[in-house]
């Protein structure tokens, strides 16, 4: 006989109350790229490795297996995991997790119906701007922008450079150096790296004209696209550069619905666009991610799982640990239970609800109440 709880199934006998997911006592034997290509069938392939991973035997001899506790309140493992190794090992048990839960998946009408002019579009760009958030790089990358791009200039801009620490930015401009790609940190909101990338654009497509003119034609403005997943900061990094609102924003996902043209002085045109998901994402890890960031729309999950996973992942990193939510909500975290965690908060500060419990979780990552914190690191 088994009880449900949050749409997850466990056993009867000796539980966890509150208990968030149920982990085998031994982890299946499969291999990293199988586990890979389980997890990403719409993403790039260095979007997300599946190796290795501590997956905690919560029944081992009827007993919860926890780790103990750092005064710091980082995580004590027998093996140790710090560095590098957290973040294979949080991929590992990230994929885990998010097998029990419902997939989650966005693609409003207004994606659906502008991705196909998008496309058209982007053959008439002599450059392209393409913007993900600092937090989460790999998983903001669409899977198909490769090939709808061509051979056509890039320039990869990694937006809300504010959100994480200096060794997380030093990590992917190493990254992105030696892959041999065009990136611009900027902050959106404040119009930080926003001038460097008018120069960037402009220089990278200075040859257009000198073709134009021999051929005889007149110089025209270069025509920049800006593309990237919803609420990624498009719109807000086009104003910047302006220095005047021309396009709409707003800090949730969806807001704009339209491709629009603006003018960045006589020689840059830039193009608008609404953020473009793929119809369905079959990286689920990725997907938590991009929830947690509120880089996909809020109806596409259920904000106490994602809120429940966002606190194993932080107790699972040895660089952030349990202390941050202690500070914040003055309530301890039971080894890496997430949803206990939210259930606690729920009865300490909203009457049970843990609707709301979760809401406040997400709310206080995103504007860096826990600290500023990236939830991705380069492959190695």
Request: hydrophobic share 40%.
């Amino acid at each position: 006989m088994a009880v449900q709880l949050s749409g997850l199934w466990l056993p009867n006998s000796p539980a966890i109350p509150g208990l968030f997911l149920q982990f085998p006592t031994t982890k299946p034997k499969s291999s990293p790229t199988a586990l890979a290509a389980a997890a990403s069938l719409s993403s790039p392939p260095s979007t997300i490795q599946i190796v290795g991973g501590k997956v905690p035997g919560w029944y081992e001899n009827g007993n919860a297996n926890v780790p103990s506790w750092h005064e710091n309140g980082n995580a004590n493992f027998e093996d140790g995991c710090h560095g590098e190794s957290d973040w294979v090992e949080l991929d590992a048990d990230l994929y885990h997790w998010t097998k029990a839960l419902r997939p989650v998946q966005w693609y409003p009408g207004h994606i659906a119906k502008t991705e196909k002019q998008l496309k058209e579009q982007l053959k008439l760009m002599d450059v392209v701007i393409e913007v993900r958030d600092a937090r989460i790089p790999l998983s903001t990358s669409h899977p198909q922008m490769d090939s709808w791009l061509g051979n056509r200039k890039r320039i990869l801009v990694l937006n809300r450079e504010d959100m994480i620490s200096t060794a997380d930015r030093n990590a992917w401009a190493t990254y992105f150096s030696r892959q041999g790609t065009k990136v611009v940190f900027s902050n959106g909101q404040l119009g930080l790296g926003t001038m460097k990338l008018g120069r960037l654009a402009k220089a990278l497509s200075a040859d257009v004209n000198v073709r134009r003119r021999a051929k005889g034609l007149l110089p025209r403005a270069v025509r920049a696209g800006i593309v990237g997943y919803p609420n990624v900061g498009k719109s807000s990094l086009i104003n910047r550069l302006l220095k005047r609102r021309m396009c709409p924003a707003a800090p949730r996902p969806g807001v704009t619905r339209e491709l629009k043209w603006v003018c960045f002085g006589n020689d840059l045109e830039l193009l608008d666009s609404p953020g473009m998901i793929p119809m369905r994402i079959g990286d689920q890890s990725a997907a938590i991610k991009l929830a947690i960031c509120d880089d996909i729309g809020e109806r596409s999950y259920d904000v106490a799982d994602v809120a429940a996973i966002l606190v194993q992942m932080l107790a699972r990193l040895s660089s952030v640990g349990t202390k941050p939510l202690y500070n914040r909500y003055k309530i301890d975290v039971d080894g890496q239970c997430g949803k206990t965690f939210v259930q606690k908060l729920a009865l300490h500060l909203f009457s049970g609800d843990t609707h709301q419990a979760a809401f406040r979780i997400l709310s206080d990552f995103r504007k860096g109440k826990f600290g500023w914190i990236a939830l991705e690191r380069p492959p190695s």
